[in-house]
């Protein structure tokens, strides 16, 4: 019978050195550790772009150097279903999702939970930034951010629930990115200097526009700014976020005007005439994009958001007050009221949140603890022509 201390873990390797230090750390403590590698996307194996198969060959050579068994298991039958579909819903519908929010709930910690389960293990452990702790008052497991603020991962990880919480190991989340880049080194870890995976796991560094376009249909449209004229034409509003500036295709615009005024009466604030443009409203109605010029334009500002699809880490919202919450992955924590609203909870920011985008989390902090979030259904700021 293995001890209370001494457990089966199952860890997810990715190829990374995060993954890889995870499973480390575990077989140094003295737990019997197993390595999965999670096969997610297959539409495009063999492409440039798609890079699982190197990612096997490391995940594979960091077990031989650390001496555990490794097993390649396909979860992407259920990626396609429970997060690409998704994925495509929410974009043809005019939001942006999180698909690493949506892979972490249902593939992360529900398939691969449920896979490492049937192979007896007491727990499973993943190389994210984030922290776990005990509440003995509460009896509660309470998700934590990671140690090193710039690498906290708990956003993505909010929709983890008790059942979820209670199985998981995040060791890596109570130390700094360079001291996990430094005990890959020490033991001679094949993938110590593996530069960090960026963008979203099934796109990889492909054109973002040119992955969509296989999958969405578009069709173009006026892109027009806030006092209504028109600058160009969109390739269509799915390929298109709020604040976006990137890729607009459209220049300064020369004619003069008093512009158009915000609700306090006062003329819209868009700077001058070549300070840059800003994806600021997509009118699916009218197949319309709106942008405005100038980084701090009200129509980018938002006090207030309601978020819907509402998950919590204790099962249960918390009282409506005071809290912290983060509208992206990356900002600093923004002081916020937290209030219930119909379907889930409403937000507001006495500090004005910059491009608070629908389809996007909101994520609810209590100090370090996360407390979960929704998807952001609604934000304040509408245009006023």
Not at 109 to 129: P, S, V, W
Not at 264 to 285: C, F, I, N, T
Not at 375 to 380: E, G, K, R, S, Y
Request: hydrophobic fraction near 35%; charge should be neutral; charged fraction near 25%.
């Amino acid at each position: 019978m293995t001890s209370p201390t001494k457990q089966r873990v199952v860890v997810g390797l990715s190829g990374g050195v995060d993954s890889a230090v995870t499973a480390y750390l575990l077989k140094k403590q003295g737990h019997e550790v197993v390595g999965i590698f999670m096969k997610n996307w297959e539409d495009d194996d063999d492409s440039e772009y798609c890079s699982s198969n190197i990612d096997f060959v490391d995940a594979a050579a960091v077990a031989d150097v650390i001496g555990i068994e490794i097993e390649h298991v396909n979860f992407a039958a259920d990626y396609k279903d429970r997060v690409f579909a998704e994925f495509l819903r929410e974009y043809q519908a005019g939001r942006t999702p999180n698909p690493d929010v949506l892979c972490n709930a249902e593939i992360k910690f529900k398939a691969f939970l449920d896979h490492a389960m049937r192979l007896g293990a007491e727990k499973i452990a993943t190389g994210h930034y984030a922290r776990l702790r005990h509440n003995p008052t509460t009896g509660l497991h309470e998700l934590l951010k990671g140690l090193d603020p710039s690498k906290d991962q708990s956003y993505f990880l909010h929709r983890l629930n008790q059942a979820q919480l209670s199985k998981t190991m995040f060791p890596v989340g109570e130390l700094h990115k360079t001291e996990v880049r430094r005990i890959a080194e020490e033991i001679g870890l094949p993938n110590a200097k593996k530069k960090d995976s960026t963008g979203i796991c099934f796109i990889g560094e492909r054109p973002f526009r040119e992955f969509l376009n296989r999958y969405i249909s578009h069709a173009p449209g006026p892109i027009l700014d806030d006092r209504g004229r028109k600058l160009g034409q969109h390739v269509g509003l799915s390929f298109y976020t709020l604040g976006q500036r990137q890729g607009l295709g459209i220049g300064g615009v020369k004619e003069k005007g008093t512009g158009a005024k915000a609700p306090s009466g006062q003329p819209v604030r868009g700077g001058g005439d070549h300070e840059p443009w800003y994806v600021a409203r997509k009118d699916l109605e009218k197949n319309t994009l709106r942008v405005v010029q100038g980084h701090d334009h009200p129509w980018l500002l938002s006090h207030r958001l309601v978020a819907q699809d509402v998950s919590w880490c204790a099962g249960h919202a918390p009282t409506p007050g005071s809290y912290a919450a983060k509208t992206r992955y990356r900002q600093q924590d923004a002081a916020c009221t937290l209030e219930a609203a119909p379907e889930g909870f409403a937000l507001t920011f006495p500090e004005a949140q910059w491009a608070v985008t629908p389809g996007q989390s909101a994520v609810l902090y209590d100090g370090d603890v996360c407390l979960g979030g929704g998807v952001i259904a609604a934000v304040d700021s509408t245009p006023t022509t």
